[in-house]
C-alpha cells in the first residue's frame, strides 16, 4: 500500500528540508518522493492532519520486557506495542529476564519472538554468566547471535577486573561494553535520593557519589584498557562532567539518561508513591536544572526510557520494600519535550532519540531522502494531553505520569513496510 504524509512538517537536524512543510510519498516500504502538492491515486492512504511532524524513527536505548520470566509484568508483544505507541521504531532490550539473556539461545528467542512487529528489538547480551557479576558471558557467540551491546542493567558492574576484561575482550569483535554506575555499598539500602527530602521523610538516602565514584571507576578502566564504553540512565551532573573531560582525552564513552529524571523530582516522593521510586533515584531540582545544562551544552549524547514494568504485588508495599521501576515507553519522548521544550529546538531534543542512540551503537539510520528505506516517526511536539491509566498499553501500570500534562503526542510510525497508526 502507498501512503501520502500531506504539510507535514520534517524534523531532522542538519537536514536541508529541517522545519520545512512537505508531503512525503512512500511506496512499498521506501521513500519514493519528496515535494510539494503531491496527488493520491486511489490506491493511496492519505494521512492530512494539522500540526502532523515526521522524523526518523526514534530508537529507545533501554527498555526492560521481563520476558522470559515475569510475562505478567511484560511480554515481548505488550512492551514492543508499548514502544510503537511511544514512536519507537527500534528499541534495545534488557537482558535483565529469567533465564538471563546470556546465551545465544535467548538471543534467538527474542528475535524470535519480535520477528513480525513493526518495531525492531534489539538484543543487549548479558555482561556476565547469569548477570551475577563473576563470569563473562560468552561474547563472541552472543554477538554472532545478533547481541547489539553487553550489559547487565541494573545490576552495576561492581567487580572492576570483570569490567576491565569486558572492555578488552569487546575489542576483538568491536562490541559496545555498557555499565550502569551505581556503588551500591555506599548506600545498601537507599530507596532515595540523598538529602534534605529524605531526612524529612525518614527514608535512606542513595548519595550522588553512588554514581560519581563508578563513573570515575569506569573510566579510569576505559583509559586503561581502550574499547567502546557506555554509562547508562546518568543522574548527576558531575558524572556528566566526567564523561565529557574522558571525552576531550579521545576515550570512546557515551551517556544516557532516563528521560523521567528531567521532568521529575524527589518531591514527588512526598505521598510515599512508590510508583516515583526509580533507579536512579529521582533528584533535586537543582540538580535536574544542572543536568538540563549539560544537554544544552551536547554533553549528554541520548535520552532513553528506561523502561521497567513492576505489577501491583511488587509495588503496592511499604516504600522501602518496593520494587524499583517506572513503565516510560510510551511517555519517554513527552517527557524530554516537556522537560526541555523552553531549552532545546524541537530537532535537538528529537536527535537525543535518533542520531544519538545509532550513533552510540554504532548502527546506520535510515535518512529522510528519496529511495531510502521508510522508518519514520509521526507526531505533534506541540499538543499537549494528560496521560491516564486507560492510555496504558504495557500490562504494567506503574507510571509515574498519571493525571500530569505532557507535551508531543504520537500518531504513528511506519517501519519494514508496515505502518500503525494512532488517532488519524
Known amino acids: 500500500m502507498k501512503i501520502l504524509l500531506k504539510s507535514v512538517t520534517l524534523v531532522d537536524k542538519g537536514h536541508a528540508m529541517n522545519g520545512k512543510k512537505v508531503d ?41 520486557f521481563q520476558d522470559p520470566g515475569y510475562e505478567q509484568k511484560e511480554d515481548i508483544k505488550s512492551g514492543l506495542k508499548a514502544s510503537a505507541a511511544g514512536g519507537f521504531t527500534k528499541v534495545c532490550v534488557s537482558p535483565l529476564t529469567y533465564p538471563c539473556r546470556d546465551s545465544k539461545g535467548q538471543i534467538d528467542y527474542l528475535k524470535e519472538a519480535s520477528s513480525n512487529n513493526i518495531v525492531d528489538a534489539l538484543p543487549y547480551g548479558a555482561l556476565s554468566k547469569n548477570a551475577e557479576g563473576k563470569e563473562l ?12 551491546g553487553f550489559t547487565d542493567d541494573r545490576k552495576s558492574i561492581k567487580n572492576p577486573n570483570l569490567l576491565k576484561n569486558a572492555l578488552l575482550y569487546s575489542q576483538s569483535m568491536d562490541a559496545l561494553v555498557i555499565n550502569y554506575p551505581y556503588q551500591s555499598d555506599i548506600s545498601p539500602k537507599g530507596v532515595m535520593n540523598e538529602g534534605e527530602m529524605s531526612t524529612n521523610l525518614g527514608l535512606k538516602g542513595i548519595p550522588k557519589l553512588a554514581e560519581e565514584l563508578m563513573v570515575q571507576r569506569d573510566l579510569y578502566l576505559l583509559e586503561y584498557t581502550g574499547g567502546r564504553f557506555h554509562l547508562s540512565t546518568l543522574s548527576s551532573a558531575k558524572s556528566v562532567d566526567l564523561v565529557s573531560t574522558a571525552k576531550k582525552k579521545g576515550l570512546k564513552v557515551s551517556c544516557d539518561l532516563a528521560s523521567y529524571q528531567l521532568l521529575l523530582s524527589e518531591e514527588e516522593l512526598n505521598g510515599y508513591d512508590t510508583r516515583y521510586k526509580t533507579l536512579p533515584p529521582l533528584r533535586s531540582k537543582p540538580e535536574i536544572k544542572e543536568l538540563i545544562k549539560k544537554i544544552k551544552k551536547g554533553e549528554v549524547d541520548a535520552l532513553c526510557s528506561n523502561h521497567l514494568p513492576e505489577d501491583l504485588d511488587a ?110
Do not use: C, R
Open 24 to 64: 512525503v510519498l512512500i511506496n512499498k516500504g521506501l521513500i519514493d518522493k519528496i515535494g510539494s502538492n503531491i496527488k493520491a491515486d486511489s490506491s493511496t492512504k492519505e494521512i492530512n492532519k494539522k500540526g502532523l511532524h515526521i522524523s526518523k524513527g526514534w530508537i529507545d536505548l533501554l527498555a526492560n
Open 137 to 148: 558471558s560468552e561474547f563472541s557467540d552472543l554477538s554472532q547471535a545478533g547481541a547489539i
Open 315 to 424: 509495588k503496592k508495599k511499604e516504600f522501602d520494600l518496593a520494587n524499583f521501576g517506572a513503565i516510560n515507553s510510551q511517555t519517554a519522548v513527552s517527557a524530554a519535550i516537556t522537560a526541555l521544550e523552553k531549552e532545546l529546538k524541537i530537532e535537538e531534543i528529537i536527535e537525543l532519540f535518533t542520531n544519538g542512540p545509532s550513533s552510540i551503537l554504532g548502527i546506520s539510520q535510515a535518512e529522510i531522502k528519496e529511495g531510502s528505506k521508510a522508518e519514520l516517526t509521526l507526531f505533534d511536539p506541540n499538543e499537549e494531553y494528560e496521560f491516564s491509566k486507560e492510555m496504558v498499553i504495557s500490562k504494567s501500570e506503574n507510571s509515574p505520569f498519571f493525571k500530569k500534562k505532557l507535551k508531543g503526542k504520537v500518531y504513528g510510525i511506519i517501519n519494514k513496510g508496515k505502518s500503525e497508526f494512532f488517532n488519524l
